[in-house]
């Protein structure tokens, strides 16, 4: 499935990696099993990730090599990296809860 | 528990190389790795990747693969997909795979877990869309994905090598918004004779230069004033340059003032720092051999000091030598042999780095972030609330973490360690050595209290 991204994806064909049903915020996706999970989502034309718990502003993928944490995502229920998450089938990615005592009305300004 | 002669951290060129070295020399070795494939950053997944992308990414890239295929040896033991968090000074550490965690006890660790981006806090630069040109380089390694309307900002060589993948691959950066200026080149140019010594590099970036202007990609230097706009997601970029305000459109922003040591470690094990004000990084304290301050550990490539992916494996090879000649597999007479010649390719390999490190010296603006700037990510801290913090009689980075919880979110200081250091030192008018850093405890990256849990049941 092809959705407008922001992505240009080369030797695309050459991958060859079957494409499995995945889940993200109640959405299906076809994404390619074994791939990077944050990489195949942005493709698939998501590119927001998560609320911040302290001002619930958007965040996506910043660093891709699990340094910044910005792309983190519940996966079946347990918080993880995205861009540390390999493709498979049938996942369901949500973007992570936020407990409401967590959002601090002081750093809306 | 498992026990071994030798554990490295990290699989990029410095723990590959050290790997292979290690093992020619008699050596059990455990190479650790978050990634399911070895290669680190700068070589990622190279061996699945050299045949679909390797001619777009380069010989640079192509020459992690012998690195790569020197690790099947049977003395050497590849963990993928490992997450390291906790590492203590009589050799034990602690990684999870799969939510389980282990225990390994090694002799001797070499920690080679390299470089992250030097943070680069600019207004906007929490906004889905703007991410690092490392990660623009590990999305088109690993994944074949370039971005369609981008926009490169910030100085150094990864950028020309970048948009000349981009240009390849006929999907080149709208622009590259430099900071660098004609005076960084000039002040640069005392250190040209070292850099002749390195002339590969020199000509290296002279033929990714004329590639860019070739394929018409717009470069600006002198950059100042530097915003990422947008309210949900990026919209484009505006700076100063040649006392005008020009606005780009894009729908991604690629940042890079380059990278420094990933210290998290070293800092766990409270190693000796420096500070290298030349790098303006800390970097641990190290021998020749890439011995820390601490005995049996080992730091070698990137995470010793910048100096790029050829002179990082050649410095795990240093680092291994050592070590094999410490447990007894080498003697000193074969040690000095062997490192001889890896000296001398090193030495040739760093004499082009102080020509590079003033011709690109980091953005001023994203070392002191205007007020309103989110510093640290995790927690939304603006550079205005830690001034306001220092003002009012905060000690430092780690009391800090009281006041306002910069450095206590998820990445535990990876993005704003260095940014908050020095901007305590430049209101408190301490050397940023003085003011010092984080103090990193284990776990070393958010673990469930489950993985916590199975450790118990691993040591059964």
Known sequence: ?109 | MRETDLAIIGAGPAGMAAASEAANAGIATILIDEQPTVGGQIYRDVQRVAPLRGAMLGQDYLDGLPLARAVANPLISHIAGAVVWQVETDGTITYSIDDQSHQVKASRILIATGAIERPMPLPGWTLPGVMTVGAGQILLKQSGLIPNRAVLVGCGPLLYVLASQMLKANTPPLAIIETQTTGDLMAAMKHVGGALRGWRYLLKGSKLLAALKLGGVKRYTGARNISIEGEEAVTGVSFDTGGKRQIIACDTALLHHGVVPNVQISRALQLDHDWNGQQACFSPKLDLWGKSSEAGIFIAGDGAGIGGAKAAALCGRLSALKIANELGKLTDAELAAKAAPINAELSSECAARPFLDRAYPPFREALSPRDETIVCRCEEVTAGDIRKAAALGCQGPNQLKAFLRAGMGPCQGRGCGLTVSALFAEETGKPIAEVGYFKIRSPLKPITLGELASLEKDAD
């Open chain 1, 1 to 109: 499935m092809k959705t407008a991204s922001g992505f240009n994806t080369i030797g695309e064909a050459a991958e060859q990696a079957a494409l499995v049903p995945v889940q993200f915020d109640s959405k299906d996706y076809m994404l390619p099993e074994g791939a990077n999970l944050a990489a195949s989502l942005l493709a698939a034309g998501v590119s927001v990730f998560r609320n911040t718990p302290a001002s619930g502003a958007p965040r996506g993928p910043f660093c891709m090599m699990g340094v910044c944490y910005d792309c983190l995502v519940e996966i079946d229920g347990v918080t993880r990296q995205a861009c540390q998450t390999q493709v498979s089938a049938n996942m369901q990615v949500s973007k992570p809860a936020i407990p409401a005592a967590a959002l601090r009305e002081d750093d809306h300004a």
